[in-house]
């Protein structure tokens, strides 16, 4: 019967689940930072102006601030336009991560149970990496409850590794690090040295910023590189295992240069953390590692002499 089910019917679905999480996303991204307020009271959102609880037909996702042209229906004041755009970004990364993971195989992978299981790891890593960059673009700082609280979810569900192989050349890239260990084992043990490996470079690479820009260093606090952030780069590498993860730092870093280096020539004083990039290489690996690995093959291809 659910090979049945039309390809739209599924992707607006996990559209429409998505919108609803990126509305939990916007409450989370308030709340979360904030100790005087809790995730669950009050139960319903508040206008950010005048704190009155909204109705539940002004809470749905999109709809509700576009019938309410963006404006509070109590004190009339503004209601950022950020709402309905993260609750729209959401839904369309889950329509494509379940597009990716279940549909463009055909009914034959959508009925696989190793499908469902690498698409549910996705959308979780979604629901997280999400809130997580907008906590950290807001107020530079990664809670503990999105970095450390999540490995509790990912590090057994790397004893399934379809997930850490998705989208790999198992001859270029094998994220599986230990042959001789059961496979559960070795896609357990292989995620959390992934994570360990990362963030141990991340923290080294912070200390040798601490000394190369010293001045910088001690204006920022005493670190260049934010120790959440080496936190953030662990569960990385147990979301991903190691080939994704050098994906996601590479291009983490690329876009942190390329971003940077815009915002030095226009605005000297803005800064930009790098918790933000991160993620975005994240969802890049995980929404497109076989493309990532064709410009990888194309690249090694370009530089090595004598290969066609």
Not at 3 to 28: C, D, E, H, K, Q
Not at 250 to 278: H, M, S
Not at 298 to 305: D, K, N, Q, R, S
Request: glycine residues 10%.
């Amino acid at each position: 019967m659910a090979r049945a089910i039309p390809p739209a019917f599924i992707l607006g679905m996990a559209a429409i689940m998505g919108s609803f999480v990126g509305s939990f996303t916007n409450v989370v991204v308030y709340r979360l930072p904030r100790n005087c307020l809790s995730i669950n009271n009050p139960k319903r959102s508040f206008c950010p102006s005048c704190k009155t609880q909204l109705a539940a037909k002004d809470n749905i996702p999109i709809l509700g601030w576009v019938a309410l042209l963006g404006k509070c229906r109590y004190c009339k004041k503004p209601i950022s336009a950020r709402y309905p755009l993260v609750e729209s970004v959401v839904a369309t990364l889950f329509a494509i991560v379940v597009w990716r993971g279940m549909v463009q195989g055909g009914p034959a992978v959508t009925a696989d149970w190793h499908a469902w299981l690498t698409t549910l790891t996705m959308l979780v890593s979604v629901g997280i990496l999400v809130p997580l960059a907008l906590i950290d673009l807001d107020l530079t700082i990664i809670p503990d409850e999105l970095s450390i609280y999540p490995l509790a979810f990912f590090v057994p569900m790397a004893a399934h590794m379809t997930h850490l192989r998705q989208g790999l050349d198992p001859t270029m890239a094998n994220p599986l690090l230990f042959s001789r260990l059961p496979e559960w084992a070795n896609g357990v043990c292989s995620a959390l040295v992934a994570g360990a490996a990362g963030a141990g470079t991340l923290w080294l690479i912070g200390k040798m910023g601490n000394v190369l820009f010293r001045e910088k260093a001690k204006a920022m606090g005493g670190e260049t590189m934010g120790f959440g952030d080496v936190k953030l780069l662990f569960l990385m590498g147990v979301m991903l295992g190691w080939p994704k993860l050098l994906m996601a730092f590479g291009i983490a870093v690329i876009l942190g240069a390329v971003i940077g280096l815009a915002l030095r020539l226009t605005a000297k004083n803005l800064y930009v953390p790098f918790g933000p990039f991160l993620v975005a290489g994240t969802l890049a690996a995980l929404l497109l590692p076989s493309e990532l690995m064709g410009v990888v093959e194309w690249y090694i291809a370009l530089i090595t002499p004598g290969r066609p």
